[in-house]
């Protein structure tokens, strides 16, 4: 059983811990991206359009050849036109193509929009995710660790655990180019993940550290273990939190 050593709060050597089965899992990206993309589209929110958008006019089509009324026998275009009274004919209306007409193709609320991935395949790939953090060995940390109550200890932490170069990547937000500029939305690099045995102080702590994400063993992703389905990134655990692992995942279901 492969073991990895278990740091101080200061950055010191503690004692070992056994790894679970997961740090053992050979890294598949593409299972990996197949499970980010299921769990985003549970993101997505379902839209639909009134049916009778566009449609609610006097207009009427009045047929084509050799039927009364119809805009062929009076110079016009054979669409849907208003009723004006007297025979009159108006504007065009209903069709896409008319003004203030129906939608062409609008949203319907039957679509399905989530992507279905089997359990014993999402497992798989939130221990793939699981292994493609730990690079040469994982960093585990003491259950001291999930007690720290402020973001400036959790900082100092980081720092004693040599992380500062990952804290530096984020602490200059970027703003992505095209429309969403002009709403000035920051954007921060994500850098380290905290993972926690239970719901804890560290959680309020770190998640105010700009790129620091941080969850229990229960509720991590796999967009949290590898953003976007990409190479794992750089995280840190506790040892509760790898000695209940193995059970965490076979848990694990998006259904």
């Not at 790894?19 to 589209?41: C, G, H, M, N």
């Not at 566009?54 to 119809?70: I, N």
């Not at 001291?144 to 109550?149: S, V």
Request: charged share 30%; aromatic share 4%; net charge positive.
């Amino acid at each position: 059983m492969a073991t990895a050593n278990v740091l101080s709060i200061e950055g010191t050597n503690k004692g070992t811990v056994e790894l679970p089965k997961a740090f053992s899992e050979q890294v598949r990206e593409d299972l990996i991206r197949r499970a980010v993309l299921a769990e985003r589209s549970y993101e997505l929110q379902p839209q639909g359009h009134y049916p009778l958008a566009g449609m609610q006019t006097t207009a009427t089509y009045f047929g084509a050849m050799h039927s009364y009324r119809t805009g062929r026998h009076m110079g016009k275009a054979i669409r849907p036109r208003e009723k004006l009274g007297g025979g009159v004919q108006g504007k065009v209306k209903r069709i896409p193509s008319a003004v203030k007409g129906k939608r062409a193709h609008p949203h319907v609320v039957e679509k399905i929009l989530i992507e279905r991935i089997n359990k014993r395949e999402y497992q798989k790939a939130l221990a793939s995710a699981i292994s493609a953090t730990a690079r040469e060995s994982p960093l585990v940390v003491e259950d001291k660790i999930e007690e720290i109550k402020r973001a400036r200890e959790m900082v100092g932490v980081f720092n004693k655990l040599k992380l500062s170069d990952y804290l530096e990547q984020s602490r200059k937000p970027s703003i992505r180019k095209g429309l969403r500029r002009s709403s000035r939305i920051r954007h921060y690099k994500r850098s380290v993940l905290l993972v926690v045995s239970k719901e804890s102080p560290a959680l309020k702590a770190a998640r105010n550290i700009a790129g620091v994400d941080v969850c229990t063993v229960a509720t991590m992703r796999a967009n949290l273990l590898a953003p976007g389905g990409n190479s794992g990134r750089m995280a840190v655990w506790s040892e509760s939190a790898i000695k209940h692992m193995d059970s965490a995942i076979e848990k694990y279901s998006l259904s």
